[in-house]
């Protein structure tokens, strides 16, 4: 058990290694068979441990590698802990990996720097792993700044553009200030507990604390703000739309499937200390459902692709968290599975338009694909109509049962935010599909006759992840009685906030809004786009800017954080550094080296005047002495 | 009454040592005031191996009485060497030593 | 007979300081180095009085006898150049020198203060303290180490006199 978990996990490490050191020389096809591989062997190490799971229900086990820090009150060692949550995460970073792995390799064909591109991509690999599979709060930061850097490398992996190198600094940077927050939150679970063991954290908690202290209220915000940096949630969430400029494999798989969900996963690791702080829930719940509609709002008028998925995933992300914040984690962690599959494969369509338009990003020069592009377009809309919250495709399941104990549960204010924001959700996804595939071509002509359909290998994991959206919410769900994803997760207390009402009927009056909801919109705006010709260029205006700008929360931050910050700095460089420190020293040294040539005169070499302040020397012993 | 006598007799001495040392430019001087110093302090150990009836006080001044001998002896060598090469004895004009 | 003593004492004290004195005032080097001998003889006379017969004799023979015979030489080898000493301007601040020689005579003065009060101890000397017999034994039975060591001690400096005072090839 343990050496396959070991195998899964340092499988990718070691490709990354690889891949660097023969980056070199090393062929197209080399590199792809490694890349590749290695995640896929990850991807048969993990499900075969699922298999041994599932068939000798075997026991949640740790597995300890070193004592990392043996210090009394840190205690931090190199354990990993395998249950049913981390397996299921495992199997979505592998398994999705493996497929956007395969995608790349078709994307960046053109590219001369695969092998850099397929060893960062190796080395997230392992950081997500290393972060889901850690029974260790200290090595699962380990892992989570390891994300934040397989990002930062990624993101920026087309360094000489200058877009992509500032937004690859910024997802950094903004993701440290949530770091901090984590790191606050460590030093105190250090304090409160002296070890830094998940198990034995969550274990202690319902023993050592009561429900409600405030001290596991702070705990659970600092951690929470960790969380926030991650998963784009705001006000912290200002990087990931800016992410978007690098490949669209990257942003498939890091920002919509994996690097993104880690701060839902933490949450839902740590649930039992989260349990014990409702003030922290309610907070997380305002958060999540407040980001869900802020982002879904925005993605209306955004012209960008990309964009409209990035804030889609910060919507979608939203909702995890607002089921975390009345306690369903089993409902965040069925919409982070769904979203896996459905975000990616939306990615994925989008890259194909991309890389086959020669990037161009902005949707109002698209339009007329359906000929070109049949397959993409097909997928694309499958996508969409599951996002979007279509039974019975994926995420309506998900999403429904995340809306749902929402009402049941009484936080009718919640229900109601999530609601709009999955009917804003139906809109933009429909708004993004017209306007890329439908209607006339606004592309330049040179550029419209090179369009032609991507190759089979990136078709290929795009279907798989189609037959995951349209099946895979059937894992999630079953009527009268338990899923199997619940039965999965309920044994390590990942349950559903409200229990009493399973197994009631299927349609629910809130499940009969949501999915009119859903639908009312995919209609209106497709006839609005496609009849209508969409909303004329000079109407709202005011309105258009301010959604596409998010609100204007970047320009914001901007004008208050960054200016001063770099105001001070150059302040610093400039006036502090050297008419101040420099001077300072300077007039030391000279003071110093004038003293010295004064002092220089009393060896002038003359014996008398020696032997004379040996005699003052003698007359202070003496009175020393005899006084 | 010897003891406190001799003590202020050898203290006297020592002293005028002392400003000999201080005052005179003369280089020969000097080396004659260090052995009145020699000197002075013999005289301390001398008066007080007589009062106190222990030999070791005159085993010392056998000692020092040897050892200023002979840093007399090897001290003017140096001092006519000295001479010879600077053809002056004023110890003022020694200077070569200084620190600027 | 304890007024005689003392009187010796007083007188050949006095002798000693003045002398002394005379050593380092006189601007003649040959009379500086006369009154010195004078000190020595005063010197000599004291030991002989505190019982420190071979003491006395050695001081006479080594110091007046030998060292002082030396100084005289080098004295009048370089008898030409005392008067230029006259000639040239003093180097050190005479006030910062005469100073410190007076706050080192002060210092002394307030120890000795402090030593008035002494009284001389009981012991009883034995007949023979201070003779050659006496002291000889000491040497070389109490202290044989030391006396074989200044024996080399005075062998290099008789090597090392000899190759300092070498004229210069």
Redesign the interface.
């Known amino acids: 058990m343990d050496y396959t978990t070991y195998t899964g996990l340092f499988l990718p490490l070691l490709g990354f290694l690889f891949l660097l050191a023969t980056s070199d020389f090393l062929g197209r096809k080399s590199t792809a068979i490694v890349g590749c591989g290695t995640v896929f062997f990850s991807f048969c190490c993990f499900s075969s441990l699922l298999i041994s799971y599932i068939n000798e229900s075997l026991v949640q086990e740790s597995f300890t590698l070193f004592h990392w820090i043996p210090i009394e009150g840190i205690n931090a060692d190199f354990t990993l802990h395998l249950d049913p949550l981390s397996l299921l995460m495992t199997l979505i970073i592998t398994g999705v990996g493996f497929l956007i792995h395969l995608y790349s390799v078709g994307y960046m064909e053109h590219d001369p720097d695969v092998n850099r591109y397929f060893a960062c991509l190796n080395f997230f690999i392992f950081a997500m792993l290393l972060l889901v599979l850690s029974g260790d709060l200290l090595l699962l930061f380990v892992g989570w700044e390891g994300v934040g850097l397989a990002s930062y490398l990624l993101i920026g992996f087309w360094y000489e553009k200058p877009i992509a190198a500032a937004a690859a600094v910024k997802a950094f940077v903004v993701n440290r200030v949530g770091d901090l927050g984590f790191l606050l939150a460590l030093l105190l679970t250090f304090h409160l507990f002296g070890t830094s063991n998940i198990a034995e954290i969550t274990h202690r908690a319902s023993i050592e604390f009561t429900l409600g202290a405030p001290i596991v209220t702070v705990l659970t915000l600092l951690y929470f703000i960790g969380a926030i940096g991650k998963s784009a949630q705001f006000p912290l969430h200002t990087w990931l739309a800016d992410a978007m400029a690098g490949p669209t494999p990257v942003s498939a798989l890091i920002h919509a499937a994996t690097m993104v969900t880690a701060g839902v996963y933490l949450i839902v690791r740590l649930h039992e200390l989260f349990v014990l702080a409702p003030t922290t829930l309610e907070i997380i719940g305002v958060i999540g459902g407040g980001t869900a509609l802020f982002a879904a709002l925005a993605a209306l008028a955004q012209t960008e692709l990309k964009k409209v998925l990035a804030y889609s995933t910060m919507s979608q992300l939203g909702f995890m968290f607002l089921a975390c914040g009345i306690a369903d984690f089993y409902g965040a962690m069925f919409h982070l599975t769904m979203h896996a599959f459905v975000k990616g494969l939306l990615f994925l369509a989008a890259g194909n338009v991309l890389h086959m338009a020669h990037e161009i990003t902005d949707m109002r020069e698209m339009g007329g694909l359906t000929k070109k592009l049949p397959k993409t377009h097909i997928l694309f809309l499958i996508g969409a109509l599951a996002l979007s919250g279509i039974p019975p495709l994926a995420a309506f399941f998900s999403k429904d049962l995340v809306l749902e104990q929402e009402y049941l549960l009484g936080h009718y204010t919640l229900f109601y935010i999530g609601l709009a924001a999955s009917i804003c959700t139906g809109a933009y996804l429909t708004r993004a599909y017209c306007m890329t595939f439908l209607g006339p071509s606004h592309t330049p002509k040179k550029i419209y006759d090179a369009i032609k359909e991507a190759p089979m290998i990136m078709i290929f994991p795009m279907i798989l992840l189609a037959l995951l959206s349209i099946g895979g919410g059937f894992i999630g769900f079953a009527s009268g009685h338990l899923s199997f994803l619940e039965e999965f997760l309920g044994q390590v207390g990942v349950t559903l906030a409200d229990l009493s009402h399973r197994g009631e009927s299927l349609f629910t009056p809130q499940t009969i809004q949501a999915i009119s909801g859903a639908f009312t919109a995919v209609i209106a705006t497709w006839a609005l786009y496609t009849y209508f010709g969409g909303i004329p260029e000079n109407k709202f205006k005011s309105l258009k800017y301010l959604l596409r700008n998010a609100f204007y929360i970047d320009a914001i931050y901007f004008f208050c954080i960054t200016r001063p910050v770099r105001g001070i700095s150059r302040l610093i460089a400039n006036v502090l550094e050297p008419k101040i420190f420099e001077q300072s020293i300077g007039c030391t040294v000279d003071g110093i080296e004038r003293t010295a040539?004064r002092l220089?005169?009393?060896?002038?070499?003359?014996?008398?005047?020696y032997?004379?302040w040996i005699?003052?020397g003698?007359?202070f012993t003496?009175?020393y002495i005899?006084l | 009454m010897e003891a406190p006598l001799m003590i202020f007799i050898s203290m006297a001495m020592f002293a005028i040592g002392i400003l000999g040392v201080l005052t005179r430019r003369n280089a020969l001087i000097f080396f004659l005031s260090i052995e009145l110093m020699l000197n002075a302090s013999n005289l301390l150990f001398v008066s007080f191996a007589n009062d106190w009836g222990d030999i070791t006080g005159l085993v010392w001044v056998f000692f020092v009485l040897v050892v200023a001998a002979a840093e007399a002896a090897v001290g003017l060598a140096i001092t006519v060497n000295l001479f010879r090469s600077k053809e002056q004895v004023d110890v003022d004009q020694f200077n070569d030593l200084k620190g600027y | 007979m304890d007024w005689d003593e003392n009187m010796i004492q007083w007188i050949t004290g006095f002798i000693l300081l003045l002398s002394s004195l005379g050593m380092i005032i006189t601007k003649n080097p040959v009379h500086s180095c006369l009154s010195f001998l004078l000190s020595l003889l005063a010197l000599a006379t004291l030991y002989l009085e505190l019982s420190a017969s071979f003491i006395a004799v050695m001081q006479i023979l080594v110091y007046a006898g030998a060292i002082l015979v030396l100084f005289m030489f080098v004295i009048i080898l370089f008898q030409d150049a005392y008067p230029k000493i006259e000639m040239v301007k003093a180097r050190n601040c005479p006030v910062f020198l005469l100073g410190t020689g007076t706050a080192f005579i002060l210092t002394l003065f307030s120890i000795g203060k402090k030593m008035v009060s002494l009284t001389p101890s009981e012991t009883h000397l034995p007949k023979d303290f201070g003779t050659v017999e006496t002291l000889g034994k000491a040497l070389y039975l109490d202290f044989f180490f030391p006396f074989e060591a200044v024996i080399l001690l005075f062998l290099v400096a008789l090597i090392g006199s000899l190759y300092i005072g070498k004229k210069a090839t």
């Open positions: 040539q220089q005169y009393f060896q002038n070499g003359q014996i008398r005047s032997t004379a005699v003052v003698v007359v003496l009175i005899t």
